[in-house]
């Protein structure tokens, strides 16, 4: 059988050297009618799935009635299918996503935001204590799931699908999806601690009283790991923190509500807090109720990293070019200072830097025994990275004008620059397209992958909306 793609580039006039829009429409919908007949449960998705869709897997195990809340499960999937309409304008997108939000609205938790995943087998819903149940006043959660988490982009992501759906107009007046949109937030909000960072997991609001302090170094730090419970802490880690920034960055973009803002900025001013001081101006994965960096799981000691720290320094930055507030600059030259000091003999960075002498650490294979040597490493985990890349990226985008960034932050604005986005968009979109089976999949390995369904999905959509706009 000949591939969709070949089939629509035989019946279209289309220039030499770019793709048909409508052919590559059509490959989005193609794609999206097997995702929302074959893979979605209850307007739900998986990570991944077995070739024929039957077989759900999430990142800790599989069923034929589980959804993903983490990347790139629901979320990213619908998000893609919203964007595949702003594109298009076609209708069964438009209902892909909301139905996507759907599922999240159906799994939304009592303490308003959403576990890793959910299981739609009526013996599995009974694990979970569920928004819906709290508001038809079941109140106590007794043993059932009800920790909101941010770790890995969960909750984050599923706001920015509800916020994005919501702000359709022809949604405005949804009432479950405004209800659900709006008990997330708040119980966002309300989670945001005093200092203005967030737990990796929360179940209610945070204590008001807390004391707000600076981020400092613990007289003495334990060396073996101490299987403390870390969840309470404040977590950089998996972009916990600047996801939650974006989100707010957008919620504040759409609806100006002035909550947005003031948590942002408060947010900001943690971000200050926990940059340590000398010798090591940098920040670390987690910290404790002390402002101390602290231990997560077995092999992530209290420490500096390199990686959350240039994640907070791009989050700032962020803010600056967002609010013109200069004080979120400051910490910038201590912080990239540290980085080309800290540099391995080969030119990367260590993820883990020991508290004020700077000796990169790293573990022992299967036994986990802290050590400076880095000859036999843990496999499942990266102890070094090449950062130097990222580094460099980042200070030619500090040096650039605030008004510059703020231009590029709102894309195309004439036929002549969505042209321009059009033509470089052109070659991801038609390998989207010519990698799309008759059925309507993105088989890797035989298997349906959410992050390339996605991935492909954004490429053609990047492209047909470019292509649409540039046309005089």
Avoid: C
């Amino acid at each position: 059988m000949r591939p969709l793609f070949v089939l629509l580039l035989a019946s279209s006039a289309i220039a030499a050297d770019l793709p048909d829009p409508a052919a590559m429409t059509a490959a989005m919908k193609k794609a999206v009618t097997y995702a929302t007949q074959h893979l979605a449960r209850n307007g739900g998705y998986a990570s991944s799935y077995d070739k024929d869709g039957k077989i759900g897997e999430v990142e800790h195990g599989e069923s034929p009635t589980i959804i993903s809340i983490q990347p790139p499960g629901t979320t990213t999937m619908g998000l893609a299918m919203l964007r595949a309409w702003r594109a298009t304008g076609d209708e069964l997108f438009l209902k892909a996503a909301r139905d996507a939000a759907g599922a999240l609205i159906q799994s939304q938790l009592a303490s308003g935001g959403w576990d890793s995943d959910f299981d739609f087998a009526p013996d599995k819903v009974k694990r979970y204590h569920l928004r819906s149940q709290w508001d038809a006043g079941d109140r106590d959660t007794g043993k059932r799931r009800n920790s909101t988490t941010l770790d890995d982009n969960k909750t984050q992501s599923a706001l920015m699908l509800l916020l994005e759906v919501a702000n359709v107009p022809a949604f405005k007046g949804d009432t479950a999806l405004q209800q659900s949109k709006k008990a997330a937030f708040d119980a966002l909000l309300a989670a945001q601690a005093s200092n203005g960072a967030w737990p990796q997991q929360f179940s209610g609001p945070a204590d008001p009283a807390a004391p707000v302090v600076k981020a400092s170094y613990p007289e003495s730090w334990s060396r073996t790991f101490p299987a403390v419970k870390y969840t309470s802490y404040f977590t950089l880690n998996d972009g916990n923190l600047s996801e939650i920034a974006k989100v707010l960055t957008r919620a504040h973009e759409l609806e100006k509500d002035p909550r947005y803002l003031v948590a942002l900025k408060k947010l900001g001013d943690f971000f200050l807090l926990a940059q340590m001081p000398e010798p090591q101006p940098v920040w670390a994965m987690q910290y404790d109720h002390d402002m101390h960096p602290a231990w997560a799981r077995k092999f992530e000691p209290p420490s500096v990293t390199a990686y959350e720290s240039l994640e907070a320094m791009e989050t700032l930055h962020d803010l600056y070019v967002l609010t013109g507030d200069e004080k979120y600059l400051a910490p910038m030259q201590a912080a990239l200072a540290w980085f080309e000091r800290s540099k391995l003999p080969d030119g990367t960075h260590a993820r883990f830097y020991e508290l004020r002498t700077n000796k990169p650490l790293f573990f022992v294979k299967d036994t986990y025994e802290l050590t400076y040597d880095d000859g036999n490493l843990p496999t499942h985990y990266s102890f070094k990275d090449e950062r130097q890349e990222e580094v460099d990226r980042f200070k030619r985008r500090l040096a650039e004008p605030r008004e510059q960034l703020q231009q590029q932050l709102a894309g195309p604005q004439t036929p002549k620059e969505w042209a321009k986005r059009a033509r470089g968009a052109a070659d991801k979109a038609r390998r989207a397209a010519e990698s799309l089976d008759s059925e309507g999949r993105w088989l890797k390995n035989d298997r349906i992958d959410g992050s390339d369904f996605a991935r492909n999905l954004n490429a053609l959509s990047y492209y047909v909306e470019a292509a649409k706009k540039a046309a005089p």
